[in-house]
Structures are given as C-alpha cells and as structure tokens.
C-alpha cells in the first residue's frame, strides 16, 4: 500500500525536478553557465510567463491521478477479499445449520 509518505515524497521530487528543468532551460536560453547565480533572475522572468508554470501542473496532475487509481485498485483488492470472506462465512453458517438441523 502506498503510504503519505511516499505520495509526499514523490511530490516533492517531481517538483523538484521540475525546477531544475526550468532553471536550466532558461540558463541554456541565456547562455550562461552559472545556473546557480542566474537563479533568481531566471525566476523573476518565470513568474511573469505563465506558461512556466506548466511543469508544476503537469506534476501535481500526474500525482493526483496517480493517486487514484493506487486507491481505486486497493478499494477493489478490498472488497474482493470481503466478498469472499463474507461467502466463506455463509457457507460456514448454512454448513452449521444443515448439521444442527439434521436427523436427531
């Protein structure tokens, strides 16, 4: 089962790797190779695009339906292990009944 931990994890990863993505695209754009003093410039021009904000959709969209479906298959998982234990319990109980209810 996937926990909160591993979700958080994953999130905080692909946003991360999203901006290494995004700094060094604009740092290649610029020329430059010191990714890490064009930094700050890099995101005062980001915040004015708002196309540069994408990765960061793109991630938590991925997530969130990752998500999803990790849930719907592990409600499934469930509800088929109930269904046979609740067909386990009934022919456990009408096994009970057909010997109590036998010849005495």
Do not use: C, H, W
């Given at each position: 089962?996937?926990?909160?931990?591993a979700?958080v994890?994953?999130?905080a990863?692909?946003?991360l790797v999203?901006t290494?993505?995004q700094?060094?695209v604009a740092?290649?754009?610029?020329?430059?190779?010191?990714?890490?003093?064009e930094?700050?410039a890099?995101?005062a021009?980001a915040d004015?695009?708002?196309e540069?904000?994408?990765?960061?959709?793109?991630a938590?969209?991925?997530?969130?339906w990752v998500?999803?479906?990790g849930?719907?298959f592990?409600?499934?998982?469930?509800q088929?292990e109930m269904?046979?234990e609740?067909?386990?319990l009934?022919?456990a109980?009408a096994?009970?009944?057909t010997?109590a209810?036998?010849?005495d």
């Open positions: 089962m996937i926990g909160l931990a979700v994890t994953a999130v990863l692909l946003l999203a290494a993505i700094t060094g740092a290649a754009e610029d020329g430059s190779r010191d990714v890490v003093a930094a700050p890099a995101q021009e004015s695009d708002p540069a904000n994408l990765p960061y959709l793109f938590v969209f991925f997530v969130t998500v999803f479906f849930f719907v592990v409600m499934s998982r469930k088929r269904k046979r609740i067909d386990v009934r022919s109980l096994e009970r009944e010997v209810g036998g010849p």
